[in-house]
């Protein structure tokens, strides 16, 4: 055995093969000989196989599709992990252009905007005595808004606020309203408009004008919309006629309270909604109303925050409005005051609403509910506060029975009530 060959396994040293050398000189003059056969035929073979696995994928209409709709400007797509990631078997996404985004905006506000009104309230201002003068000073004022055509012959929804305005301090007292004005979409004719019932409850209001051939809105159903669904916001903000915003729905079903304390469940969009849009619309993709613009949250680090009544729970009150001039109710006649833990414990008391004064002839004095009486229960559920009571009541109908479980001086006791009409 030759020395040099030998591995030295104890040390883990390799000893470098002598013939190496003469094995690669070898090799060299070889390849120098061989040109034609080892570059040119490689070569042509890669050529050829390049043909065939692109024909090959042009003759698969899948793979076809995809190489050739990459080249289309309005649309892309790009592949995932695996086809599992979409759902789908093809394994890509498809993605939408900006000018779709555009174009689903344009038919939106074409669509809505013939439905939409802006309406001018004119309000009497009486001031309070100076001391530079001894009598009351007279101004006007004058409120604006937006409205949503409901009918092809002039009814049109809108919030109470805008055309109700009534309040007054220790100043000033402000009118109910002595004049309002609509002005429709792409008509420079305003149009006197008639109030025809208004709710406070539910800040929705009828008004109308004379005139036939309107465009209707079309109602979509609000109970369906989805957070991150498309939403614009349309109106009369700051007296700009046939403004648009757009944005998303935030969330649904979102409790909210106004300034006087009132609760509502509504729509949230960040699509901007500004001074005048109230009773506008709030409008899908498609066009379709949502909501009636009602809120919006206003203050330092507060953006985006716009709030519109559901569609839906408009429907029965617009009706109430237009037949009967108001919303029938049914009725308990009782005021209450909201019992928290803290402050049932606080006056030895139980958690619920107790009721603080009792409506003469009205359903709960004919059932014998008496004034310091804790309302603890309705159809069996727990009572916490007069929203609760009230939500269980307005589910039934005027002239319906009503079981309330009421603890009286410690002890409880059933009572069944008939409801009435609220006056």
């Known amino acids: 055995m030759n020395k040099e060959n030998t591995e030295n396994k104890g040390n883990f040293k390799t000893v470098k093969n002598s013939s190496y050398s003469s094995y690669d000189r070898k090799t060299s003059e070889k390849k120098s000989g061989g040109f034609?056969?080892?570059?040119?035929?490689?070569?042509?073979?890669?050529?050829?196989?390049?043909?065939?696995?692109?024909?090959?994928?042009?003759?698969?209409?899948?793979?076809?599709?995809?190489?050739?709709?990459?080249?289309?400007?309005?649309?892309?797509?790009?592949?995932?992990?695996?086809?599992?990631?979409?759902?789908?078997?093809?394994?890509?996404?498809?993605?939408?252009?900006?000018?779709?985004?555009?174009?689903?905006s344009i038919y939106a506000a074409n669509k809505i905007l013939p439905s939409i009104v802006g309406i001018s309230v004119e309000y009497t201002v009486n001031s309070g005595m100076s001391i530079f003068s001894m009598q009351q000073q007279q101004s006007s004022a004058t409120a604006t808004g937006s409205g949503i055509i409901i009918s092809e012959d002039g009814y049109i929804l809108t919030n109470n606020h805008i055309v109700s305005s009534s309040s007054s301090d220790s100043y000033y007292e402000v009118s109910e309203a002595n004049k309002v004005t609509v002005k429709l979409y792409n008509d420079e004719t305003e149009y006197e408009g008639k109030i025809v019932g208004k709710d406070e409850q539910t800040d929705l209001a009828v008004i109308k004008i004379e005139k036939n051939g309107l465009t209707k809105a079309e109602f979509a159903d609000s109970d369906s919309v989805k957070v991150g669904e498309f939403a614009m916001a349309v109106g009369n903000p700051l007296g700009m006629d046939s403004s648009i915003t757009c944005g998303v729905v935030s969330a649904v079903n979102r409790e909210v309270k106004d300034s006087d304390n009132k609760t509502f469940n509504l729509i949230q969009t960040d699509a901007a909604i500004n001074s005048g849009n109230s009773g506008g619309a709030l409008v899908n993709s498609e066009g379709?109303?949502?909501?009636?613009?009602?809120?919006?949250?206003?203050?330092?680090?507060?953006?985006?925050?716009?709030?519109?009544?559901?569609?839906?729970?408009?429907?029965?009150?617009?009706?109430?409005?237009?037949?009967?001039?108001?919303v029938k109710r049914p009725y308990i006649g009782i005021t209450g005051i909201d019992l928290d833990e803290k402050t049932a414990k606080a006056y030895n008391l139980v958690v619920g609403v107790y009721v603080r004064s009792i409506d003469t002839f009205s359903s709960a004095e004919k059932a014998g509910i008496e004034r310091g009486d804790v309302i603890i229960e309705a159809e069996g559920k727990k009572v916490t506060s007069m929203d609760t009571l009230n939500e269980i009541k307005n589910s039934k109908q005027i002239g319906d029975e009503i079981k309330l479980k009421v603890n009286r001086n410690g002890e409880e006791k059933e009572i069944t009530l008939k409801l009435g009409e609220q006056p």
């Open 36 to 104: 034609g056969k080892t570059i040119l035929i490689p070569f042509f073979s890669g050529l050829v196989g390049s043909a065939i696995v692109l024909g090959t994928c042009f003759g698969v209409p899948s793979i076809r599709n995809v190489l050739l709709n990459n080249s289309d400007a309005g649309s892309f797509s790009f592949p995932l992990g695996s086809s599992s990631d979409n759902n789908s078997n093809s394994g890509y996404v498809s993605q939408t252009s900006l000018s779709g985004y555009s174009d689903t």
């Open 288 to 326: 379709q109303v949502i909501g009636v613009n009602t809120l919006k949250l206003s203050g330092t680090g507060i953006e985006g925050m716009g709030f519109a009544i559901p569609i839906n729970s408009t429907v029965s009150v617009t009706s109430d409005l237009i037949q009967y001039n108001k």
